[in-house]
């Protein structure tokens, strides 16, 4: 659709424009998108500032806020910021000068607060008109130079004043501070890092200005947050982030253990991941105590002041505090991952990801456009001062003359330049001096400020015309910049350290519970319990009058048994959560949701590695790998799928290349253990083809080992010729050899551990 032209003349109607829906919201969608990327979201990689802050910095340099000054009222900045520089909402500068001043939030403040400025706890700053201000000795350094046409400027908002596209930025701040941001389709978050660790690999790369990224991370160990902590992140994860500019560090809060009487201990936390709130930490591991995810974990106190000190009491003293604090890593913000996106405008205000060398290099170039400008700058000021100078020393010389013509012509000016051939500059200058500046010993002073400016212009054109000279300041300036931030200073030693990740497999169900022998007794009327230690006389074990026993399984405190019952369904039980010997034990219904005309058909501890092969009455049947089993609800999680008389009847373990199957029929059937599919849930496949009746036992087999079965008297009988009953599965199989166990069975007890 075309633009309907304006008419000028008209300017009610003729204002209105007929326009596509389309193209009039992606135009305008589009200056929004932009101007949120380059003025809010993202910072310039040469200052590491976003615009609001740049304004703040220099809105203080022209209230003269210097370090060494007093302090002025941060509704005075505010104020200025925005009725000169920046047009947005008070509340969102104050915000931005506060967190400048955060030691919390900022590695390097550049912003000296004094008054409430806020709190790790997430507590917001005291009202603007409350709170003073003023730069600290970082932010200064930002703004060097900015008087000596170093930046270029341009108009603000109302174009009132002007202000600076770009700082200076005598040290890194960018990677420094670091920066957050959100903007339309893009983000960039930026981690802070050590200022002299970051001077280091600068020098480094001026050296040798394609050092790769791996070189540059001897200088550079990696981020250096407000708040300290212990950075986990692998060494070649971190190589891999800093070269692609993008990816993310695990960072854990500091801890040591605090011992008290009779054994007990405390563990104390002194330091927090970046950016997280102690207040909400602590909420969040008081939550985790109540709601019992972390039963190992009696209490939790903050007792913190000036410094963190959060009190983590242990429940018992025989809890080990390393696996406590794993525990509690796994399940709360004591770890959290900072992740770093290297978004950030180039010199030409174009977004894009750097990584570590391009970030560096972005600085120390502009570093290098700020020493030519100043140079060249200072330069222009000493030929114009040199020219005057010029002009004096002739003045001098033909002093008679001069005063002559300023006494007696009509047009001094025009006269001295006709009559030595000086410049307007230099006769205006000559006209104004005082009588007094007419003694020798001025022309002396003039003679010898002559010669300085020369040596300095000569030393100021060689910088300009040589790299290697500019590259030599850049380097003593990096250096200085090294030596203020300093290992050695309160402000530059590093803050946050590095360790590998323990290797710990800590399974959070079972961490905490004491490791103890037991033998789990399951009897056929349904009744369980837990005996203490190893039963190797299982006649000795009583039970109610009627009853005797179904399974008897020797295992540890820590383990999982796994029930398969003839529902189809695997149910999990804690060994730990068993009732005690003492006694017949409870009903294993109240433990789960098993029907009453359903009976247990296995009973074993559980191996996730291991694979099963469960079998209905009907012959059907299949694989299943035992770590999908386990359930986490008492109603057990249904695997094989039976219905109406259909009933599982066998659960074994998958330990053979070859399986044998058995009807009621008497048939047996023997075939390849690969014709088994492995499946999660289902009917199955058919194992055996029956005219009457259906499955009564299956048995795994290697072929060297040959098919056996165990007799009513326990012994071991092989089967003779047992491979002319190999087949294919869902075969009708052969009938079993003269002697075979008369209750078609391989093995008289049917429901043993598999």
């Known amino acids: 659709m075309t633009k309907t032209p304006i008419d000028e003349s008209n300017p009610i109607g003729g204002r209105i424009i007929e326009e596509s829906i389309d193209d009039a919201l992606s135009s305008r969608y589009l200056a929004y998108a932009l101007s949120t990327i380059t003025q809010r979201a993202l910072p310039d990689v040469r200052d590491g500032l976003k615009p609001v802050h740049r304004r703040l910095l220099y809105a203080m340099r022209e209230l003269k806020l210097n ?6 009222k941060c509704a005075r900045i505010v104020g200025e910021v925005m009725g000169r520089f920046h047009p947005h909402g008070d509340a969102s500068i104050y915000e931005a000068l506060v967190r400048l001043s955060q030691s919390f939030a900022s590695r390097y403040p550049l912003v000296d607060g004094q008054g409430n400025f806020g709190n790790i706890d997430g507590d917001s700053a005291a009202a603007m008109r409350y709170t003073e201000a003023r730069m600290t000795q970082a932010g200064k350094s930002l703004l060097e130079g900015i008087d000596e046409d170093a930046v270029d400027f341009k108009p603000t908002y109302n174009e009132e004043d002007d202000e600076p596209e770009v700082l200076p930025a005598r040290f890194p701040n960018l990677l420094a501070n670091g920066s957050t941001g959100i903007a339309v389709g893009m983000a960039t978050s930026v981690p802070p890092h050590n200022a002299a660790e970051l001077c280091n690999a600068a020098l480094h790369l001026i050296g040798a200005p394609g ?13 250096d947050y407000p708040t300290g902590g212990i950075c986990i992140e692998d060494k070649d994860a971190m190589i891999e982030a800093y070269a692609t500019g993008k990816g993310g560090f695990r960072t854990r809060a500091r801890w040591n253990v605090e011992q008290l009487d009779r054994g007990m201990y405390q563990i104390i936390v002194t330091e927090i991941p970046y950016q997280v709130q102690k207040s909400r930490l602590i909420e969040k591991l008081a939550e985790i105590i109540e709601t019992k995810k972390a039963p190992w974990l009696a209490d939790i106190r903050d007792e913190s002041a000036e410094d963190i000190r959060i009190v983590l009491e242990p429940k018992s003293k025989n809890i080990d505090a390393d696996l406590l604090m794993e525990s509690l890593f796994k399940i709360s913000d004591l770890e959290s991952r900072f992740s770093m996106n290297l978004n950030v405008l180039d010199a030409t205000g174009t977004p894009r990801v750097m990584n570590l060398r391009e970030c560096l290099q972005a600085f120390l170039d502009h570093r290098r456009v700020v020493l030519q400008r100043r140079s060249a700058q200072r330069l222009g000021k000493i030929d114009a001062r040199m020219e005057i100078l010029d002009g004096l020393l002739i003045a001098y010389l033909n002093i008679d003359e001069v005063i002559r013509i300023v006494r007696f012509e009509d047009h001094p000016k025009e ?22 500046a007419l003694n020798k010993l001025q022309e002396v002073e003039i003679q010898g400020e002559h010669d300085l400016l020369a040596a300095e212009k000569a030393e100021l054109e060689a910088l300009l ?9 850049i380097t003593e300036q990096v250096r200085e910049a090294r030596d203020l931030y300093g290992p050695k200073t309160e402000l530059g030693k590093r803050r946050t350290t590095f360790m590998e990740a323990p290797d710990i497999e800590i399974d959070l169900a079972t961490a905490f519970i004491t490791k103890e022998p037991i033998t789990v007794v399951l009897s056929k009327k349904g009744w369980i319990r837990a005996l203490k230690g190893r ?47 003492r006694g017949n034990g409870e009903p294993l219904r109240l433990m789960v949701d098993l029907e009453n005309d359903h009976l247990p058909i296995g009973l074993f501890v559980h191996d ?29 999680k249904q695997t094989l799928n039976v219905k109406g008389d259909v009933e599982a009847v066998r659960c074994i373990a998958s330990s053979g290349d070859h399986i044998a199957t058995i009807g009621n029929n008497r048939k047996i059937l023997v075939f390849a253990a690969d014709e088994l599919p492995v499946m999660t849930r289902g ?27 165990i007799d009513s008297a326990g012994r071991r009988n092989s089967v003779p010729d047992w491979d002319v009953h190999l087949g294919k599965r869902a075969g009708a199989g052969r009938m079993a050899p003269r002697g075979f166990s008369r209750t078609n069975a391989f093995s008289p007890d049917k429901r043993l551990e598999p």
């Open 211 to 223: 050092a790769s990224i791996k070189t540059l991370m001897n200088h550079v160990q990696g981020p």
């Open 683 to 709: 009917k199955g496949v058919k194992l055996q083809n029956y005219k009457d009746g259906g499955l009564a036992d299956i048995i795994t087999f290697n072929k060297e080992d040959g098919l056996s079965y």
């Open 415 to 436: 006269e001295l330049i006709k009559a030595f051939s000086l410049t307007e500059r230099q006769a205006y200058a000559i006209l104004n001096m005082r009588l007094r």
């Open 465 to 473: 015309g040589s790299d290697d000279l500019q590259w030599k300041v």
């Open 608 to 636: 996730p590695k291991r694979e099963l092969i469960i079998a209905s009455s009907a012959g059907y049947g299949f694989r299943v790998v035992e770590a999908d089993v386990v359930a986490s609800t008492r109603g057990g």
């Open 67 to 72: 370090p060494e000054t007093a302090h002025k």
């Open 535 to 581: 039963v190797d006389d299982v006649d000795s074990i009583k039970y109610k009058d009627g009853d005797e026993a179904e399974f008897i399984i020797p295992c540890e405190t820590t383990d999982k048994l796994i029930m398969f019952a003839s529902n189809g369904k695997f149910y999990t039980l804690a060994a730990d959560k068993l009732p005690g010997g």
